[in-house]
Every structure is written in C-alpha cells, then in structure tokens.
C-alpha cells in the first residue's frame, strides 16, 4: 500500500571538471511515500542499519521523521528511487504481517467440544481428509486425544475460527449419523 503523494525531478548540481567544462550528471528523483509512523522503525533498523544498507544499495537518501515528529511522509530522494520504494514496500508489508499474525496469536483460544470417542476415527476420515479439510476451511487447529478415553476434541484459533469449527464438526458428524455404518467411516465387517 504504497501512495506516491509526490514524484519530482531534481537536477543534481552540475560539476566541472578541470578543464571548466560541465560533466553530465543523473536526474535525480524525489518521491514521498505515506508509510504508518508505527513502521518507521522497521525502515531505520537497529541503530540505522536498515536505512543505511537501503540507501547504500539504491543510492537515495532516505528521510524518515523522527519518532517525536508526528508525519507519516518518508522521502526518497536519488536515482534508483523505484528501487528503493519497492525495497521500503516490501519491508512494511512484510512487517505488517507479522503485527497481523502477533495480533491473531494474541487472540487465539483454546476450547474442547464435545465429540463422541466413537466418532473420532470418522472426524479424522480416511488419511486425515475430514479433519485437514475443516482445519484448512476454517483456520482452526483440531486436536483429537490419542489412547485416552475423552468424548471431545480440542480446537484452536480465534474465537471465530474456532465457532467455525465448531459448526463444521457438528454438521459432518451429523451428515452421517443417518448413514449405515459402512458408509460412515467404521466398518461393519470383521465382526464376530
């Protein structure tokens, strides 16, 4: 989400050489981007490291404001600006996600729904295909208890995620409570 407010031509000054006739310089390039101030920190890096290797493989200066100054406004100013606004994108963008997923994890629940042992080989289904899809379907994480007697399941996510689950598991198990055994996921041969 980058917005270019501000894209401008700048004209380094003109050198001369010894002979006193001037030396053809770059046009430089000046872009404002609006970047949120709680990412400026992600662009300037511990101690300016980030700042300085961005500025120093796009040859632009970087302007950041302050973190007492209250703008939202990062300047590149350079010839390789293009370059380095996609370098900036993709540092905020990649810090964007990871306050997006440290926000989820923060807001994640543990519940136990009731899931009758007898079922649970079903909820799991032939190599984990019911249980992947609804994980997969519902952004949840579905734990069903090995060699313990518990007539439930644990789900994981956001309250959401797990409501979705939840209602997932209830409607797949209840598709098949009408079936015949042998359609169900159990067998009915073998048996004495």
Known sequence: ERACERESPERAPRKSNKG???LRTRARMSRTLEIDRSLHG???GTGGSTIRQLQSEHSVRINVPRPNEESDQVVVTGENVDAACAAI???VSGAKERQQRAQERE???????EVPRARHAFLIGPRGANI???QQECGARISVPKDTPKDSVSITGTPEQVEAARVAIDALLTST???PSDQSGTSSRGGA
């Open 20 to 22: 006193g006739s001037p």
């Open 42 to 44: 992600h662009i300037v």
């Open 89 to 91: 994108d993709a540092l």
């Open 107 to 113: 807001r994640r629940v543990t519940e136990e729904h």
């Open 132 to 134: 992947q899809r609804i």
């Open 177 to 179: 409570n009408s079936m």
